[in-house]
Each structure stands twice: as structure tokens, then as C-alpha cells.
DNA sequence: CTAGTCATGTAACTCGTTACATGATTAG
DNA sequence: CTAATCATGTAACGAGTTACATGACTAG
């Protein structure tokens, strides 16, 4: 479990110029919050990290007073492209939903209904927002010319897919459930 | 981000009785590990403060010489029950796979099919791994005959259900990104 | 003038991972 | 006899979260 959030800075950087802690932050929140978070309290001891291993640096020009603007070194780029060819790492699966639902038989057939119904409606209006991002794509030339657009498109749909697959899920599990027990 | 691992415990020492934290780090390898997973170094301690805090007490009856076996205190129960019907927390997401493919335009595509290539293999295997234990529960008796039958076989479609969608999409992914490159 | 947002940071903390240590038992 | 597995633990560490502090600028 390596840092991952450098990883994510330079990736940024490298893919959208200089930009402050405070860009980044925002960047993540808005355009690629359905895969990826960062927070302040460790995106900025990072960017401190990065700046000294001389991995990014302040970017002089352009210089908006009281923001600080990191541009990423060509040593930045390189211990980049050495991760990005990397293995995906593995990672352990924790999904606390389906950790309460193995518990079903600890609790009320409603509580576990109306838990289910909860996540559902959050990933529903999460499948929402991604389609609606989905569509805007499809029918905007100027994202279509950008060079990641391929790349972007294609996580979108990742996520999209995903979410579909769940409501189906959902929608399925909590009807079985109800029958399950009416029996 | 509370400590979720005690309540594994908690919910794993009510449905399947007295265990050992070496019996509990089996049961979540062999049974669960598609959505929830441990290690005896974060175990051993979670189960030694819980039995401090008077949720599970040791098990005397049938003592096996060196286990140290563990039951569920009805406080222990309480506390399950409470956190059961709390709302399931909501999980910032982070996927390395996505964050790499996100900056595509920085390696090669071959560098991004064979990542991709190798996640899709992996999902596959869960995939084979999760469907025959499917079809095992499906037709078998016994596995019927238990109350947590319905949740258990839930969380497995749910399971098999995300890799579906998983590997139609690294298909359609993989596919896509080497049809846009060759125009 | 005041509330909110912009912007950067730090300190304390918790969770979970990794690596190591130990001793007992079992299989070949 | 030896290697593997059973079983329990500890120490050190790192990642990421939460809460707080600070100051500047901006909209009503």
C-alpha cells in the first residue's frame, strides 16, 4: 500500500499543468471524485515531499500572489511513467454493505431493506450524474480533441457501468429477499 | 473510518459461534474474501481489546490445548445489533486501475492493454472462482437448510454480478482504445 | 461589517500492513 | 529429523482522516 496520492500529483500535473494544492483538490472533487479522493490534510505534506525530492517545483511564472503553483520536474515524469507501467496492485476488498447484509440474519427484515434501499438511492443518483457527464462528452467537440479523451471516456464508462450493474443488483436482491421471506 | 474489523468479529462470532482468531482469519480467506478481508496483525489486538471491553469472553468449554476460542457477550450483541442498523458509511473511492488508465496519454498503449489485459485475467479467475461456488450453493442442501442461506447467496451474486460487468467492459475498453488509436 | 470562500498548512490520531518472533504440533 | 503448518502475538511503520488554525480576499 504504497503512497498513492504522489502518484495521483504527478499524474495530474503532467496532464494538466502547473497547478496548486489547492487546484488539485479541486480538480479531484469535481471531474474524478467517482474513482479518486484526496484530502488537504495529506495532499499537502505530499506536495512538501514531492517539492524535495525535486519531483515538482514552484512554478515562477504566472504567479497568483498567494496560490503556489507546482510544476512537475522531469525526474517527476520519469518516476511517473516507471509507476504507470507497474502492475496494478492488488487490493484487499472491504465492502462494509456487503459485510452487514452476510449479518442479515442479525437484524430486522426492514433495517436490512431500508440499508439497501439507502446505498441504491445514492448510487442512483451517482448513475445519474456520470450518464449526464457521459453525454455532455458525446456531444462536445472541443472534449472530443483533447488527446485523453479516449482515456477519459473510457474510465466514465467504467464507473457507469459499474453503478448499472448494482442497481440491477440491487433491485433484484431486495425483491428476492422480500419473497425469500414471505415464503 | 471507524474500526470495522471489530465488528467482523462481532457478526462472525454470532452467526458461527465460538472461533479462534486464527479460525476467524480462515473463515474470512476461504468464505468472504471477494468483499472482506483481515490480517492477524490488526486481528489479534481488535480481539484482545474487545474482550478487555467485555464484548466476547474466552470460550472455557471444549478448550483445544492451544486455541484460544472466543464467544460473543450478549453486550457483544448489542453493540452488533446497534452498528447493523446504522447507515453503511460512506467509502471515498480509490482505484489504481482507473487512476493509471486516467493518464493513458502518458504510456504506450501497449503498456495500457497489457495492464488492462492483466486485470481482466485476474477478474476472470474471481469470476470462475465465485460462480462455481454458485452453483455449489444452489444445489446443495444442507446450504439451503441454513438461515443465512438468502444474505449469503446475495452477497455472492452481488459478487459475480460486479465481475460481469467488469470483464464486459475490459472487453469493450481494450477493444476501443485499440480501434481509436489505429485511425 | 460580516459571513463565506480561497488557500495553505499542522497535530493528533486511527486503521491497517509488514515483518518478525516464538513455540507447539504434524506429515513425510 | 526436518519442513510445513498451526497458533498467537508484537513492533515499527505508513497512509490517510479529522479537526483545528490562520490569514487573505470577496459578496451581500
Not at 96 to 121: I, P
Not at 147 to 159: C, N, S
Request: glycine content about 6%.
Amino acid at each position: 500500500m504504497k503512497n498513492k496520492t504522489m502518484y495521483a500529483v504527478l499524474g495530474v500535473l503532467s496532464l494538466l499543468g502547473p497547478m496548486s494544492g489547492y487546484d488539485i483538490k479541486k480538480f479531484c472533487d469535481k471531474s474524478i471524485s467517482y474513482f479518486w479522493n484526496e484530502n488537504f490534510g495529506h495532499l499537502y505534506p505530499v506536495l512538501a515531499r514531492l517539492e524535495a525530492d525535486g519531483l515538482i517545483e514552484r512554478d515562477t511564472e504566472a504567479e497568483d500572489s498567494r496560490k503556489k503553483n507546482y510544476k512537475i520536474t522531469p525526474k517527476g515524469v520519469e518516476v511517473l511513467k516507471d509507476w504507470l507501467t507497474l502492475p496494478v496492485e492488488y487490493q484487499p476488498e472491504r465492502s462494509e454493505l456487503l459485510l452487514k447484509l452476510s449479518f442479515g440474519t442479525k437484524m430486522e427484515l426492514e433495517a436490512t431493506l431500508s440499508m439497501l434501499e439507502a446505498a441504491r438511492e445514492r448510487n442512483e443518483l451517482k448513475y445519474k450524474q456520470l450518464s449526464s457527464i457521459h453525454s455532455y462528452y458525446l456531444g462536445n467537440e472541443e472534449a472530443k480533441s483533447k488527446p485523453q479523451y479516449p482515456y477519459w471516456l473510457v474510465t466514465l464508462r467504467y464507473g457507469i457501468n459499474s453503478l448499472e450493474a448494482s442497481l440491477k443488483w440491487f433491485g433484484e436482491t431486495m425483491e428476492f429477499l422480500r419473497s425469500y421471506e414471505s415464503k
